[in-house]
């Protein structure tokens, strides 16, 4: 894990949260290098300062998907993370990568974030990275739900090209449904969770 | 393996490798096995030790397999065997499988994880559906062989042997991607322990699967095509 100190963003608007969390935060290490109430603002800290998390609060997302997603491709290093006020588990599954209780511990927090972080740094310097990238092409639009046909399709190339490129994608991962396709895409940042 | 024979103590064959416990079980032979020679448990249980030593055949994977005529008891055998199969599967393997997964979705807060558990879901809905099948059709299609005179039209039933075996193909190759995600691709640090109780479970289960899938493949089905092929001769 890097030794430069953690930048965080936090996107919360209740004082009493931000305040708790910025001060765990900053016992573990991390720094807090913004608090925002409103995910627009983000962006210009984006622009300012190397942010890698941000622990948002899921209710500042309502109404506002289109300008979060824009957010996240334009910064795709940045992981996300939900505060989660009630007891109930965020069901749905979307863009973030981990999601932390009010009643979180600083232990739990810290192991979070370095989940997270670590998660970040082997994709970025991942020196194992295993398919080519046209078998990479084709795991994408596979993650995506699209039929041999269509990939081939889409593609430009034949459908006996696109098993190939299947069979070798499954000799390498050791994996052959799609879903389970879709896990290992989604766990090497090949397809982004909301495009599926 | 291949001098296992009806003298050979069920004691020491489980001493040998602990799997046949499993494998006694379904056959409905308890512990405690006292001194019992295999023999001696299949006729108290009303096995033909033949069968049974058939079915112990099949850990050897160099060992190829003859199926001998199997009698009307033979095939109930053969038949509540993979029926025990099934109940050790639903009632056991997939609760205790579904518990490690809730329980690592506490450790584990990462998307992938969530898609594991939805992935298991799938799994499971294939597989009870599967087993269902077999149940309902499969299962009551060979009775029906076995009873009939020349009544039984094969093709009134819903079974279908390329169907059947497809099944098969799906749902191993779900447990094996899961396994192949849990040791090597799903993300995540505090679960370790969970993780390998998870992954111990899967394994435990793919062993016990593939010899009820070599049951199928290789003593039911033919029993099947033989018995079908008997109506045809007349």
């Known amino acids: ?196 | 393996m291949n001098n296992i024979h009806r003298d050979i103590k069920l004691a020491d064959l489980v001493l040998l490798d602990h799997y046949y416990v499993l494998m006694l079980s379904h056959f409905n032979i308890h512990m405690p096995y006292g001194d019992k020679t295999i023999d001696t448990a299949c006729i108290e249980n009303k096995i033909n030790p033949e069968v049974f030593l058939l079915f112990a055949g099949l850990f050897d994977s160099n060992q190829s397999i003859t199926v001998p005529d199997l009698s009307e008891e033979d095939i109930s055998t053969v038949i509540s065997y993979l029926g025990n199969c099934h109940k050790y599967y639903l009632e056991e393997k997939y609760p205790s499988i579904k518990a490690s997964i809730d329980q690592m979705m506490i450790d584990n807060g990462s998307r992938e994880m969530k898609l594991v558990d939805v992935f298991f879901k799938e799994y499971i809905n294939e597989v009870s559906a599967h087993l269902d099948y077999e149940n309902k059709i499969v299962y009551p299609y060979i009775y029906s062989l076995c009873n009939s005179k020349n009544e039984v039209n094969s093709s009134e039933s819903e079974f279908s042997v390329s169907n059947y075996k497809d099944h098969h193909d799906d749902i191993e190759e779900k447990l094996s991607d899961l396994k192949n995600i849990l040791i090597k691709y799903l993300p995540g640090d505090n679960d370790q322990q969970i993780r390998r109780k998870l992954i111990f479970n899967l394994f435990e289960l793919e062993f016990d699967l593939n010899i009820h899938t070599k049951i199928e493949d290789n003593i039911l089905i033919p029993i099947v095509e033989k018995l079908e092929s008997k109506e045809y001769r007349v």
């Not at chain 1, 965020?90 to 863009?95: D, G, R, S, Y």
């Open chain 1, 1 to 196: 894990m890097s030794n430069t100190k953690l930048n965080i963003a936090i996107a919360e608007k209740s004082e009493l949260v931000t305040s708790g969390l910025t001060i765990m935060l900053n016992s573990i290490g991390a720094s807090v290098a913004c608090v925002v109430s409103d995910i627009g603002e983000l962006r210009h800290y984006f622009n300012k300062v190397s942010i890698y998390v941000v622990f948002v609060n899921p209710v500042l997302l309502i109404n506002k998907t289109e300008e979060f997603n824009k957010i996240r491709n334009e910064f795709v290093d940045i992981s996300w993370i939900a505060i989660n006020h009630s007891s109930v588990p965020i069901e749905q599954i979307t863009a973030f990568a981990a999601e932390i209780s009010i009643y979180i511990s600083r232990v739990r927090l810290q192991q979070i974030l370095s989940e997270t972080v670590s998660k970040d740094n082997s994709v970025t310097y991942d020196t194992d990275t295993l398919l080519s990238e046209r078998e990479s092409e084709v795991l994408r639009f596979l993650a995506e739900g699209n039929s041999n046909k269509e990939i081939a399709d889409i593609m430009n190339i034949s459908i006996h090209t696109v098993i190939t490129h299947r069979k070798n994608i499954t000799q390498k991962t050791g994996i052959k449904s799609q879903s389970g396709l879709t896990i290992y895409a989604i766990s090497k940042r090949i397809i982004d969770i909301k495009s599926i």
